[in-house]
Nanobody
């Protein structure tokens, strides 16, 4: 079973940047499409970005387009999320998980379990 460990979160001011990392182990990482999800207080956990395993094609929900960049390093079994121009509404716990194609805002994680996530807090 693939396990993931997210890291890189923190407290930043609005307009700042963070880079999240998701390290995967226990499986063949390179065959999975991967996604970053987030759960804001009182809300559902939603997909914000995803990337294919074949050609690294990215997908973003509208609210993060132009600000977030997803990437992956199959040799390191790691997926990244570069977050720029952060806004207070980006405050959430961020998780990574595998995602099925085609990607959409309602896509769900497909690994049997979730990591602990990494907290991102954006202050005004």
């Amino acid at each position: 079973e693939v396990q993931v460990v997210e890291s890189g979160g923190g407290l930043v001011q609005a307009g700042g940047s963070l880079r999240l990392s998701c390290a995967c182990s226990g499986g063949t990482f390179s065959v999975y499409h991967m996604g970053w999800f987030r759960r804001a207080p009182g809300k559902e956990r939603d997909l914000v970005a995803a990337i294919t395993w074949t050609d690294g094609k990215p997908y973003y929900v509208d609210s993060v387009k132009g600000r977030f960049t997803i990437s992956r390093d199959n040799d390191k079994n790691t997926v990244y999320l570069q977050m720029n121009s952060l806004k207070p509404e980006d405050t959430a716990v961020y998780y990574c998980n595998a995602v099925l194609w085609p990607f959409s805002a309602t896509s769900k994680g497909t690994f049997g379990s979730w990591g602990q996530g990494t907290q991102v807090t954006v202050s005004t």
